[in-house]
């Protein structure tokens, strides 16, 4: 907290009023109650007067005094108020506590602005750095997850670095981006992706706020509402996270002060599926090796069990010899293979490349032949010889140093993340450099800069529909993975051939291991950030400052296909080359007064001019020349597939105007006026304001005594937004040349773009009205802080699908109206607080949003996309946010499902629809702290109910009879419904006019093959209720005691034992999956949302961390 | 004095922080011109993009499609669509190549004087958008690609499938208008004619008789016809046919569809071929079917072994007509007079690579890519085959095509004008055999063109005996013509020379689905194809509507596409099992 507190100073500073000499002088040194040290910065008045003053750096301070009487007032933000009779004394030292009253004293809020949280008419939330760091989680988004109520987190995959999303209070963006805007140490920072929104291949791309290292965030704050984020202009709709690094901690300890963190942690898979491990690979309860679904015979060890519990004749054996003879009346085979094996499955794919997997068989007729040896049938632990142990390492060095005047930080972290698959890695180093001070001429500077260098490596393992659906995930790891026959034992047999390292598999797919080894991707990326700020108070009421910087990094990918696979027999290799710079400038007035003793003023008027600049370059290159050498140059055909540039500014003028009455009725009033030049020149320029409201009670009127604080607030505002660039006009596409075979040349090639754009193109505003009151009784021991918020986003500026009869997919629009309405509950409670120190804290986040389409344009709907045509997210009129859109089986109108009396299954209905609603009914982080000594056990538990999603895995283990609940298949089954005609999708009736009960029986295989439950039936069989309740994070932690410390060289040492993700629970999901619903279908800026299509599975992890100061 | 240095120096330094911001072109809003895409393309660059966007369509999808209607392809041979089936092709068609032929046209328009492009675009036009209607019946058409115009349309109606049709003609005649004109502009982007305005004139004659006969059912076309014939500028000569030849670079992909599907991959990724065609053209002795159909293993399959078992065709019916070639006896006493045991090595090793399937056999689909047949030579340009082998691998020459309006097409339409409509032929041939035989030495000599490049065909296929060494003994294709010639039905019923005549085209126009479908829907011919083995719908007189387009624009029609009621209006007979 003190850290927090020491972040006043500056602000403070603005309002020191000049010293009158007077009849003598008094002198002291004001120091934390806490912890003994000096407090730099605090107000020191004498009453009833405006003489006063603040203490040094070291706490020091003097005052000149008249020269009998008098009363000192010693004040700081987020301490208690004292006062003190000066009497006769001439020193007079003070030990000042905390106000226990005000659980977050200060907050930064848009623009950098520090205020007082009791008089913010808008809810703020704010996380420490030991509320980040040291959480076992590399990446700043996850490691926030739980801890806010509002703030939606969800991490993509279990791939080391993959992209995280996060949304606060909803999604206010149809088709647009719904992150919220970063601002590091003041200055925006890019968190693209710069995927490719397709839902096949590459999901362990990162999302760049992954160059933030969590051990290196001084505080976190994250602006809500529209009220408190308005003033960052247009990219402030979806809220804003405002993070202070380290580097620009604005003071430090007197002397040096040298820190290291460090941590271990391991990390496994989180959670495998239960798997039957009764039936071979094939199909209708005969064996074959080739096929990939385990519908085949069972394994040796239940033939017998079978046999006797129904009456069949498995046999123990999978294969017969080439002089075999069926004799169909004994049911017999002459030349059978051994008991309990197979023609091995390699060698029938590649006779005799692999010598081992020959056997020379003697024929009846006394002749030799090569064939397949025999292979063992068993059950093969797939996943879990697949699967590694990964692991991440953390180190970190912060240095700081402060003096009277100035102060620097300076350090560097580096972390290194293995994942839980072969060549899956990250790493991270920052460097860091920041220092601030006052020059001698009374001008106030300060400055930092930090270099990131973050290394992504991973085979091809995104998200992946497998190949049979759509083609696309081919070449990925998780295409196959999970659905691999029980039987085949991935991990032991052979998977690249001996001689040119091509793919063996036992059939035409890639191997997840032969993958795994050859065909990754890695991303480099470089990052500079940095700014300056320098300010100086013209009058004792007028300061000016200036703030600009510079973020900008250099992204280089490679993703690399060795030739000898499957899905790109020739192999290729891709090149994409990212760059990214944004300059930001903010030219800031601040005018402040108090008008009389109980009113005071505060204006602030500022500028602000914003460039972005981007560019990308894809180079593909085809048909790898030698395997040995993976470069673009080392192919035979290139394609130079992207050179793209995109430049965008935008310039604000803002105004944030506060009162303040009696320290107890706060009014802020806020305006900003952008022009962007992404709107259509001469209209391109908007509007927006807002108002808030903080009346603190408890300090208006006299409170029964239980009640300790009560706050109310209320605020409206409106934040406009502008446009992606170039979408005003309607431009053409080359295509790529075309080379006949016929004449001579090649032929170039054009289409008119298929997006209509807009020239009277409008921003988009959302309006957002906030109300919400804090409180806290019974001496502190409950805290509550509840948000009801209303806002609805209109003029959406929307890439709507219109008709491709208009010769267009899309057009530009600003369209229709959504809006997002919820609750905020943060309860914070403390059920028991002993003198022996013992401490339990409990914090509850609570977090409830309904969402809605109220408008979504002319044909009232947008059709996101997803993995099919008519399979995806879509938006629609009355219903929430991205519902997930796809087939389902025809019902009468009773609901019962109808069946084709042919075939014994369900059928489709003509036309898809709404078939889930992905949206969480709630979500609660419940955060359980419990100290004693120095001891510090601390477990987050998450809970998330609903939000539908829909599982490719699901119905890939279904389809292909892995899971443990598909076992019982000997007997014949009757789907529930009623028999239907598809030529009228109604029920068909019998001669009285009663609907028909379906009675034509259908085998277990049937039943998950075509139009039944599993891939290939209709997509609603595979939605699933993704209710979650895990452990996410669980600490246990021991800071050494003053009196050990005393005799080493360390201020402070702490160790500490971390798990995350240790448990979950998702009880609606099919059963024994196992799946952690947490998982995103595309990367992390995609609209589309609720599907789970195979990707790396999220991991638990555990380890330690040791963290010292000298 | 403080007070004064405090004041200039802090002017100073705003000054100095404004002035050096705004001395760059931060402040400089406009740059909002997309630098990565042009505002403008030339009609060349449209013209090529059509033709080889429409090629793969019509290559792809709806000739796969309607190829398995007529049961040489599995595909979609069980009917069974929803709105999602033709979603991504209506989508991609109406967004992409239809709609940059409408901006080809509406540009040569614009740019006046004009008339060489504009004619391509009116014939290409009265091409696709007639072959919209075969599909769809009626489409978006005359409000259709206005999302951009003045007063933007974005609910298009849909037009008469019968109006459609008749503007198409009209747009005919406005072609041949304009290619008689004299133009200083010379056509470039001319896939398929270079720009030789001769052969568009012939193409444009040519598909106004195509759309003549294909509504002979409905209109009184005979007049038309006549004066077409008579006329004598039709496309009567191979060197004149309407074809696309894709391209064999392996990147960008645009090669032949079934090419990318047979040889692409590592390995054949090809669905089947229709049992019943492969059978009879063997038993015909038919000498384009080394060029038609590639044999990829020799072994036979074991019924004893549990997993070869499942893997035979048709292994989960009873009810196959052909099933498994190599152990039907019917199959083999018909083709080799003896049962599957007494067949030679070489006849069993021959027949174990016809492997494909019967009409709409459900069976599931076990591990057999690399046994099953694959597109040969022609028209795809995969492997000729002299020997079984693997597909996958880019094998074979890639030079694949797509015939859309061929002579042998235009002498069918003939025959079939002067059954029917007693058009008088003579102009082309001095009679029905001769101008069948006619329309068969141009086909055959097609696929001994395409099928024999970059392969090592023997030519003449009397060799072929010494050659190669198939069990198979192959007429040439002079015998077969013979034989064919020789049994038509002269003095038959209209009915009996018409069904003669479609069955051959039937194996003529392997290769483009489109026109066998088309002329089923007209004809109910042939009537010979096998019953399909399962029925889960009834036979598609249409494909449906895209469901997209059902969501998005109101004034789409809800029709049953399998529903009497849903027959395009040239469509009398409305077929059915």
Same mark, same amino acid.
């Given at each position: 907290?003190?850290?927090?507190?020491?972040?006043?100073?500056?602000?403070?500073?603005?309002?020191?009023?000049?010293?009158?000499?007077?009849?003598?002088?008094?002198?002291?040194?004001?120091?934390?109650?806490?912890?003994?040290?000096?407090?730099?910065?605090?107000?020191?008045?004498?009453?009833?007067?405006?003489?006063?003053?603040?203490?040094?750096?070291?706490?020091?301070?003097?005052?000149?005094?008249?020269?009998?009487?008098?009363?000192?007032?010693?004040?700081?933000?987020?301490?208690?108020?004292?006062?003190?009779?000066?009497?006769?004394?001439?020193?007079?030292?003070?030990?000042?506590?905390?106000?226990?009253?005000?659980?977050?004293?200060?907050?930064?809020?848009?623009?950098?602005?520090?205020?007082?949280?009791?008089?913010?008419?808008?809810?703020?939330?704010?996380?420490?750095?030991?509320?980040?760091?040291?959480?076992?989680?590399?990446?700043?988004?996850?490691?926030?997850?739980?801890?806010?109520?509002?703030?939606?987190?969800?991490?993509?995959?279990?791939?080391?670095?993959?992209?995280?999303?996060?949304?606060?209070?909803?999604?206010?963006?149809?088709?647009?981006?719904?992150?919220?805007?970063?601002?590091?140490?003041?200055?925006?920072?890019?968190?693209?992706?710069?995927?490719?929104?397709?839902?096949?291949?590459?999901?362990?791309?990162?999302?760049?706020?992954?160059?933030?290292?969590?051990?290196?965030?001084?505080?976190?704050?994250?602006?809500?509402?529209?009220?408190?984020?308005?003033?960052?202009?247009?990219?402030?709709?979806?809220?804003?996270?405002?993070?202070?690094?380290?580097?620009?901690?604005?003071?430090?300890?007197?002397?040096?002060?040298?820190?290291?963190?460090?941590?271990?942690?391991?990390?496994?898979?989180?959670?495998?599926?239960?798997?039957?491990?009764?039936?071979?690979?094939?199909?209708?309860?005969?064996?074959?090796?080739?096929?990939?679904?385990?519908?085949?015979?069972?394994?040796?060890?239940?033939?017998?069990?079978?046999?006797?519990?129904?009456?069949?004749?498995?046999?123990?054996?999978?294969?017969?010899?080439?002089?075999?003879?069926?004799?169909?009346?004994?049911?017999?085979?002459?030349?059978?293979?051994?008991?309990?094996?197979?023609?091995?499955?390699?060698?029938?794919?590649?006779?005799?490349?692999?010598?081992?997997?020959?056997?020379?068989?003697?024929?009846?007729?006394?002749?030799?032949?090569?064939?397949?040896?025999?292979?063992?049938?068993?059950?093969?632990?797939?996943?879990?010889?697949?699967?590694?142990?990964?692991?991440?390492?953390?180190?970190?060095?912060?240095?700081?140093?402060?003096?009277?005047?100035?102060?620097?930080?300076?350090?560097?972290?580096?972390?290194?993340?293995?994942?839980?698959?072969?060549?899956?890695?990250?790493?991270?180093?920052?460097?860091?450099?920041?220092?601030?001070?006052?020059?001698?001429?009374?001008?106030?500077?300060?400055?930092?800069?930090?270099?990131?260098?973050?290394?992504?490596?991973?085979?091809?393992?995104?998200?992946?529909?497998?190949?049979?659906?759509?083609?696309?995930?081919?070449?990925?790891?998780?295409?196959?993975?999970?659905?691999?026959?029980?039987?085949?034992?991935?991990?032991?047999?052979?998977?690249?051939?001996?001689?040119?390292?091509?793919?063996?598999?036992?059939?035409?797919?890639?191997?997840?291991?032969?993958?795994?080894?050859?065909?990754?991707?890695?991303?480099?990326?470089?990052?500079?950030?940095?700014?300056?700020?320098?300010?100086?108070?013209?009058?004792?009421?007028?300061?000016?400052?200036?703030?600009?910087?510079?973020?900008?990094?250099?992204?280089?990918?490679?993703?690399?296909?060795?030739?000898?696979?499957?899905?790109?027999?020739?192999?290729?290799?891709?090149?994409?080359?990212?760059?990214?710079?944004?300059?930001?400038?903010?030219?800031?007035?601040?005018?402040?007064?108090?008008?009389?003793?109980?009113?005071?003023?505060?204006?602030?008027?500022?500028?602000?001019?914003?460039?972005?600049?981007?560019?990308?370059?894809?180079?593909?290159?085809?048909?790898?020349?030698?395997?040995?050498?993976?470069?673009?140059?080392?192919?035979?055909?290139?394609?130079?597939?992207?050179?793209?540039?995109?430049?965008?500014?935008?310039?604000?003028?803002?105004?944030?105007?506060?009162?303040?009455?009696?320290?107890?009725?706060?009014?802020?009033?806020?305006?900003?006026?952008?022009?962007?030049?992404?709107?259509?020149?001469?209209?391109?320029?908007?509007?927006?304001?807002?108002?808030?409201?903080?009346?603190?009670?408890?300090?208006?009127?006299?409170?029964?005594?239980?009640?300790?604080?009560?706050?109310?607030?209320v605020a409206q505002t409106k934040v406009g937004r502008d446009a992606d660039p170039y979408q005003v006009r309607t431009v053409y596409g080359l295509g790529l040349p075309i080379a006949s075979p016929r004449y001579s040349g090649t032929f170039n090639t054009a289409s008119l773009g298929?997006?209509?754009?807009?020239?009277?193109?409008?921003?988009?505003?959302?309006?957002?009205?906030?109300?919400?009151?804090?409180?806290?009784?019974?001496?502190?021991?409950?805290?509550?802080?509840?948000?009801?918020?209303?806002?609805?986003?209109?003029?959406?500026?929307?890439?709507?699908?219109?008709?491709?009869?208009?010769?267009?997919?899309?057009?530009?629009?600003?369209?229709?109206?959504?809006?997002?309405?919820?609750?905020?509950?943060?309860?914070?409670?403390?059920?028991?607080?002993?003198?022996?120190?013992?401490?339990?804290?409990?914090?509850?986040?609570?977090?409830?949003?309904?969402?809605?389409?109220?408008?979504?344009?002319?044909?009232?709907?947008?059709?996101?996309?997803?993995?099919?045509?008519?399979f995806g997210t879509i938006h629609r009129n009355g219903a929430p946010y991205g519902q997930i859109f796809g087939t389902s089986n025809a019902r009468d109108d009773e609901g019962t499902l109808l069946i084709d009396k042919n075939t014994g299954l369900p059928f489709p209905t003509q036309?898809?629809?709404?078939?889930?609603?992905?949206?969480?009914?709630?979500?609660?982080?419940?955060?359980?702290?419990?100290?004693?000594?120095?001891?510090?056990?601390?477990?987050?538990?998450?809970?998330?109910?609903?939000?539908?999603?829909?599982?490719?895995?699901?119905?890939?283990?279904?389809?292909?009879?892995?899971?443990?609940?598909?076992?019982?298949?000997?007997?014949?089954?009757?789907?529930?419904?009623?028999?239907?005609?598809?030529?009228?999708?109604?029920?068909?009736?019998?001669?009285?006019?009663?609907?028909?009960?379906?009675?034509?029986?259908?085998?277990?295989?049937?039943?998950?093959?075509?139009?039944?439950?599993?891939?290939?039936?209709?997509?609603?069989?595979?939605?699933?209720?993704?209710?979650?309740?895990?452990?996410?994070?669980?600490?246990?932690?021991?800071?050494?005691?003053?009196?050990?410390?005393?005799?080493?060289?360390?201020?402070?040492?702490?160790?500490?034992?971390?798990?995350?993700?240790?448990?979950?629970?998702?009880?609606?999901?099919?059963?024994?999956?196992?799946?952690?619903?947490?998982?995103?279908?595309?990367?992390?800026?995609?609209?589309?949302?609720?599907?789970?299509?195979?990707?790396?599975?999220?991991?638990?992890?555990?380890?330690?961390?040791?963290?010292?100061?000298? | 004095?403080?007070?004064?240095?405090?004041?200039?120096?802090?002017?100073?330094?705003?000054?100095?922080?404004?002035?050096?911001?705004?001395?760059?072109?931060?402040?400089?809003?406009?740059?909002?011109?997309?630098?990565?895409?042009?505002?403008?393309?030339?009609?060349?660059?449209?013209?090529?993009?059509?033709?080889?966007?429409?090629?793969?369509?019509?290559?792809?999808?709806?000739?796969?499609?309607?190829?398995?209607?007529?049961?040489?392809?599995?595909?979609?041979?069980?009917?069974?669509?929803?709105?999602?089936?033709?979603?991504?092709? *209506?989508?991609?068609?109406?967004?992409?190549?239809?709609?940059?032929?409408?901006?080809?046209?509406?540009?040569?328009?614009?740019?006046?004087?004009?008339?060489?492009?504009?004619?391509?675009?009116?014939?290409?036009?009265?091409?696709?958008?007639?072959?919209?209607?075969?599909?769809?019946?009626?489409?978006?058409?005359?409000?259709?690609?206005?999302?951009?115009?003045?007063?933007?349309?974005? /609910?298009?109606?849909?037009?008469?499938?019968?109006?459609?049709?008749?503007?198409?003609?009209?747009?005919?005649?406005?072609?041949?208008?304009?290619?008689?004109?004299?133009?200083?502009?010379?056509?470039?982007?001319?896939?398929?004619?270079?720009?030789?305005?001769?052969? *568009?004139?012939?193409?444009?004659?040519?598909?106004?008789?195509?759309?003549?006969?294909?509504?002979?059912?409905?209109?009184?076309?005979?007049?038309?016809?006549?004066?077409?014939?008579?006329?004598?500028?039709?496309?009567?000569?191979?060197?004149?046919?309407?074809?696309?030849?894709?391209?064999?670079?392996?990147?960008?992909?645009?090669?032949?569809?079934?090419?990318?599907?047979?040889?692409?991959?590592?390995?054949?990724?090809?669905?089947?071929?229709?049992?019943?065609?492969?059978?009879?053209?063997?038993?015909?002795?038919?000498?384009?079917?080394?060029?038609?159909?590639?044999?990829?293993?020799?072994?036979?399959?074991?019924?004893?072994?549990?997993?070869?078992?499942?893997?035979?065709?048709?292994?989960?019916?009873?009810?196959?007509?052909?099933?498994?070639?190599?152990?039907?006896?019917?199959?083999?006493?018909?083709?080799?007079?003896?049962?599957?045991?007494?067949?030679?090595?070489?006849?069993?090793?021959?027949?174990?690579?016809?492997?494909?399937?019967?009409?709409?056999?459900?069976?599931?689909?076990?591990?057999?890519?690399?046994?099953?047949?694959?597109?040969?030579?022609?028209?795809?340009?995969?492997?000729?085959?002299?020997?079984?082998?693997?597909?996958?691998?880019?094998?074979?020459?890639?030079?694949?095509?797509?015939?859309?309006?061929?002579?042998?097409?235009?002498?069918?339409?003939?025959?079939?004008?002067?059954?029917?409509?007693?058009?008088?032929?003579?102009?082309?041939?001095?009679?029905?055999?001769?101008?069948?035989?006619?329309?068969?030495?141009?086909?055959?000599?097609?696929?001994?063109?395409?099928?024999?490049?970059?392969?090592?065909?023997?030519?003449? /296929?009397?060799?072929?005996?010494?050659?190669?060494?198939?069990?198979?003994?192959?007429?040439?294709?002079?015998?077969?013509?013979?034989?064919?010639?020789?049994?038509?039905?002269?003095?038959?019923?209209?009915?009996?020379?018409?069904?003669?005549?479609?069955?051959?085209?039937?194996?003529?126009?392997?290769?483009?689905?489109?026109?066998?479908?088309?002329?089923?829907?007209?004809?109910?011919?042939?009537?010979?194809?096998?019953?399909?083995?399962?029925?889960?719908?009834?036979?598609?007189?249409?494909?449906?509507?895209?469901?997209?387009?059902?969501?998005?624009?109101?004034?789409?029609?809800?029709?049953?596409y399998d529903n009497p009621s849903a027959a395009v209006f040239w469509d009398t007979l409305k077929f059915q099992f």
């Amino acid at each position: 907290m003190k850290r927090i507190l020491l972040l006043c100073f500056m602000l403070v500073s603005v309002f020191v009023s000049e010293v009158w000499a007077q009849d003598r002088v008094v002198s002291g040194t004001i120091t934390s109650s806490d912890d003994g040290s000096s407090l730099p910065g605090v107000n020191v008045v004498l009453k009833g007067t405006t003489v006063g003053t603040i203490t040094d750096i070291d706490g020091n301070y003097k005052i000149s005094v008249p020269a009998a009487g008098g009363t000192l007032v010693f004040s700081f933000i987020g301490l208690t108020t004292q006062e003190s009779e000066i009497g006769a004394r001439s020193v007079i030292d003070v030990a000042m506590a905390s106000d226990v009253k005000q659980l977050t004293e200060v907050v930064v809020t848009a623009v950098g602005i520090e205020r007082e949280k009791k008089a913010l008419g808008y809810s703020v939330a704010n996380l420490s750095s030991d509320q980040v760091s040291q959480r076992a989680e590399p990446d700043p988004l996850r490691a926030m997850q739980g801890k806010m109520p509002g703030v939606n987190i969800t991490g993509g995959n279990g791939a080391p670095g993959s992209s995280t999303k996060i949304n606060i209070r909803g999604i206010s963006s149809m088709t647009g981006n719904s992150q919220p805007l970063f601002i590091v140490d003041g200055i925006p920072f890019d968190n693209s992706v710069n995927g490719d929104d397709q839902p096949g291949r590459n999901t362990v791309t990162s999302n760049r706020a992954f160059d933030i290292d969590p051990n290196n965030i001084e505080s976190i704050s994250i602006l809500k509402g529209a009220a408190a984020s308005a003033l960052y202009g247009s990219r402030a709709t979806n809220g804003v996270v405002v993070i202070t690094t380290k580097a620009s901690k604005k003071n430090t300890k007197k002397g040096m002060e040298i820190s290291y963190n460090g941590s271990v942690n391991w990390q496994e898979i989180s959670g495998i599926p239960d798997y039957q491990d009764v039936y071979t690979q094939g199909s209708n309860q005969v064996y074959n090796g080739g096929f990939i679904g385990n519908w085949g015979a069972p394994m040796p060890d239940y033939v017998d069990k079978i046999n006797a519990q129904y009456g069949t004749n498995y046999k123990k054996y999978y294969g017969v010899y080439p002089d075999n003879v069926y004799d169909p009346v004994t049911d017999t085979d002459s030349h059978p293979y051994p008991n309990g094996t197979a023609p091995n499955p390699i060698n029938n794919r590649y006779p005799g490349l692999f010598p081992e997997f020959v056997q020379e068989y003697t024929m009846e007729d006394g002749s030799t032949r090569n064939v397949s040896a025999p292979y063992q049938i068993q059950p093969h632990d797939i996943i879990g010889g697949f699967f590694e142990r990964g692991r991440v390492v953390e180190n970190g060095v912060t240095l700081s140093s402060g003096s009277e005047k100035a102060s620097i930080n300076t350090g560097f972290s580096r972390m290194n993340q293995e994942g839980i698959i072969p060549n899956q890695t990250v790493d991270r180093t920052t460097l860091f450099f920041g220092g601030n001070g006052q020059l001698d001429n009374g001008v106030f500077v300060s400055g930092t800069v930090n270099y990131v260098n973050t290394n992504q490596v991973s085979p091809q393992s995104g998200a992946s529909a497998f190949n049979d659906y759509y083609g696309g995930g081919g070449g990925s790891i998780f295409a196959r993975l999970f659905y691999l026959p029980r039987n085949f034992d991935l991990n032991g047999l052979p998977f690249e051939h001996p001689v040119d390292g091509s793919n063996i598999f036992y059939r035409a797919l890639d191997n997840p291991r032969w993958i795994a080894k050859n065909n990754l991707y890695e991303s480099n990326v470089n990052r500079v950030y940095g700014n300056i700020t320098a300010g100086y108070d013209v009058t004792e009421w007028f300061n000016v400052t200036f703030k600009g910087g510079v973020n900008t990094y250099h992204e280089f990918r490679r993703d690399v296909i060795r030739p000898g696979g499957i899905f790109f027999p020739t192999g290729g290799v891709t090149t994409d080359d990212i760059e990214n710079t944004e300059q930001d400038y903010n030219l800031i007035m601040t005018f402040s007064k108090d008008i009389n003793e109980d009113l005071s003023f505060r204006a602030l008027v500022g500028m602000n001019a914003n460039q972005r600049q981007y560019s990308r370059r894809t180079i593909g290159g085809a048909n790898v020349i030698t395997a040995s050498l993976l470069k673009t140059n080392a192919t035979s055909t290139q394609i130079v597939a992207r050179d793209y540039d995109r430049l965008r500014r935008l310039i604000g003028v803002y105004s944030d105007i506060s009162l303040s009455y009696k320290d107890f009725l706060f009014l802020n009033v806020v305006g900003r006026n952008d022009w962007s030049s992404t709107l259509p020149q001469g209209a391109n320029n908007y509007f927006y304001p807002g108002a808030s409201l903080s009346f603190v009670l408890s300090d208006a009127v006299t409170m029964p005594s239980f009640i300790n604080f009560a706050k109310l607030r209320v605020a409206q505002t409106k934040v406009g937004r502008d446009a992606d660039p170039y979408q005003v006009r309607t431009v053409y596409g080359l295509g790529l040349p075309i080379a006949s075979p016929r004449y001579s040349g090649t032929f170039n090639t054009a289409s008119l773009g298929n997006t209509l754009g807009n020239a009277a193109l409008k921003p988009e505003f959302t309006d957002e009205f906030e109300v919400g009151a804090e409180a806290r009784v019974l001496n502190n021991i409950i805290g509550l802080d509840v948000t009801y918020f209303s806002r609805s986003s209109t003029d959406q500026i929307a890439s709507a699908a219109v008709a491709r009869s208009t010769g267009f997919t899309q057009e530009i629009v600003n369209i229709g109206e959504l809006t997002n309405k919820g609750w905020e509950i943060g309860l914070d409670v403390t059920p028991v607080k002993l003198s022996n120190s013992f401490t339990w804290n409990s914090y509850f986040a609570f977090t409830k949003i309904k969402s809605e389409i109220v408008d979504a344009g002319p044909t009232g709907e947008i059709f996101i996309g997803g993995a099919g045509s008519t399979f995806g997210t879509i938006h629609r009129n009355g219903a929430p946010y991205g519902q997930i859109f796809g087939t389902s089986n025809a019902r009468d109108d009773e609901g019962t499902l109808l069946i084709d009396k042919n075939t014994g299954l369900p059928f489709p209905t003509q036309t898809s629809g709404i078939i889930g609603d992905p949206n969480p009914d709630f979500t609660l982080g419940w955060t359980n702290t419990f100290s004693f000594k120095g001891v510090t056990l601390k477990a987050l538990i998450d809970w998330k109910q609903g939000g539908d999603f829909y599982s490719f895995t699901a119905a890939s283990l279904m389809l292909r009879g892995q899971l443990q609940n598909s076992v019982d298949r000997e007997g014949l089954r009757v789907v529930p419904g009623v028999y239907g005609s598809n030529q009228t999708y109604e029920a068909v009736l019998d001669e009285n006019g009663n609907k028909i009960r379906n009675t034509t029986p259908i085998t277990a295989f049937d039943s998950h093959f075509s139009n039944g439950w599993g891939a290939y039936g209709q997509d609603e069989v595979n939605v699933y209720d993704g209710t979650v309740i895990r452990l996410r994070e669980l600490s246990l932690g021991y800071s050494l005691p003053k009196s050990i410390l005393e005799n080493t060289p360390f201020g402070r040492a702490s160790i500490s034992l971390t798990g995350r993700n240790l448990w979950f629970n998702a009880p609606n999901v099919l059963e024994g999956l196992n799946l952690d619903p947490e998982q995103l279908t595309t990367t992390a800026d995609s609209n589309q949302q609720g599907f789970e299509y195979g990707s790396t599975p999220t991991t638990r992890r555990y380890g330690f961390n040791v963290s010292l100061s000298f | 004095m403080k007070k004064l240095y405090r004041k200039g120096l802090a002017a100073f330094l705003s000054l100095t922080l404004l002035f050096s911001v705004s001395s760059c072109d931060i402040f400089d809003l406009d740059v909002n011109t997309d630098p990565n895409n042009p505002s403008e393309a030339a009609v060349d660059l449209l013209l090529a993009n059509v033709l080889s966007d429409m090629s793969s369509s019509l290559a792809g999808g709806f000739n796969g499609t309607s190829t398995g209607f007529m049961a040489q392809t599995t595909a979609s041979d069980d009917f069974n669509f929803s709105n999602a089936s033709w979603n991504g092709t *209506w989508n991609f068609l109406y967004s992409g190549p239809l709609k940059d032929l409408n901006e080809l046209v509406l540009a040569a328009e614009a740019q006046g004087n004009n008339p060489r492009y504009l004619g391509i675009g009116q014939v290409l036009k009265a091409y696709y958008f007639s072959t919209m209607v075969d599909f769809f019946g009626d489409v978006p058409y005359t409000e259709a690609f206005q999302g951009d115009a003045d007063s933007p349309i974005k /609910e298009p109606a849909y037009d008469d499938d019968a109006a459609i049709y008749a503007d198409c003609l009209s747009l005919l005649d406005k072609a041949i208008a304009n290619f008689a004109l004299t133009s200083t502009v010379a056509v470039k982007g001319d896939l398929i004619y270079n720009g030789n305005m001769t052969r *568009w004139r012939k193409l444009a004659k040519t598909m106004k008789l195509r759309l003549l006969l294909q509504t002979r059912n409905v209109s009184d076309v005979a007049g038309q016809i006549q004066a077409l014939v008579t006329e004598g500028d039709l496309i009567t000569s191979s060197a004149d046919d309407f074809q696309y030849e894709f391209p064999t670079a392996i990147t960008p992909d645009f090669r032949h569809p079934w090419y990318q599907a047979a040889y692409a991959g590592g390995e054949a990724g090809f669905s089947y071929f229709g049992h019943q065609f492969m059978y009879e053209m063997l038993l015909n002795g038919d000498p384009r079917f080394p060029f038609y159909f590639h044999r990829q293993t020799t072994n036979v399959l074991n019924p004893d072994d549990p997993t070869d078992k499942q893997t035979i065709p048709c292994s989960q019916r009873t009810d196959c007509t052909y099933g498994y070639f190599v152990l039907n006896p019917n199959i083999t006493n018909a083709l080799f007079g003896s049962d599957p045991d007494g067949l030679s090595s070489s006849e069993e090793a021959y027949l174990a690579g016809i492997f494909g399937r019967d009409r709409a056999d459900p069976s599931g689909i076990p591990n057999d890519n690399p046994i099953r047949t694959i597109p040969g030579s022609y028209p795809s340009g995969g492997v000729f085959d002299a020997t079984a082998g693997s597909g996958g691998g880019n094998r074979g020459s890639s030079v694949g095509f797509f015939p859309m309006l061929t002579s042998w097409m235009t002498k069918f339409y003939l025959l079939e004008a002067s059954i029917t409509l007693g058009t008088d032929i003579s102009k082309v041939a001095a009679s029905e055999t001769a101008l069948l035989n006619s329309a068969l030495t141009d086909q055959m000599n097609k696929v001994w063109d395409f099928g024999s490049r970059g392969q090592s065909v023997a030519a003449d /296929e009397s060799t072929w005996g010494t050659v190669y060494s198939w069990p198979v003994t192959f007429k040439t294709r002079a015998a077969l013509r013979a034989e064919v010639i020789a049994a038509y039905p002269t003095g038959g019923t209209p009915n009996a020379r018409l069904a003669y005549v479609l069955k051959q085209a039937w194996f003529a126009n392997f290769g483009n689905g489109i026109e066998q479908y088309n002329a089923f829907r007209r004809t109910g011919l042939p009537a010979d194809i096998q019953t399909p083995l399962q029925l889960p719908r009834q036979f598609a007189l249409r494909f449906p509507y895209a469901q997209d387009e059902l969501n998005l624009n109101s004034k789409t029609p809800v029709i049953i596409y399998d529903n009497p009621s849903a027959a395009v209006f040239w469509d009398t007979l409305k077929f059915q099992f």
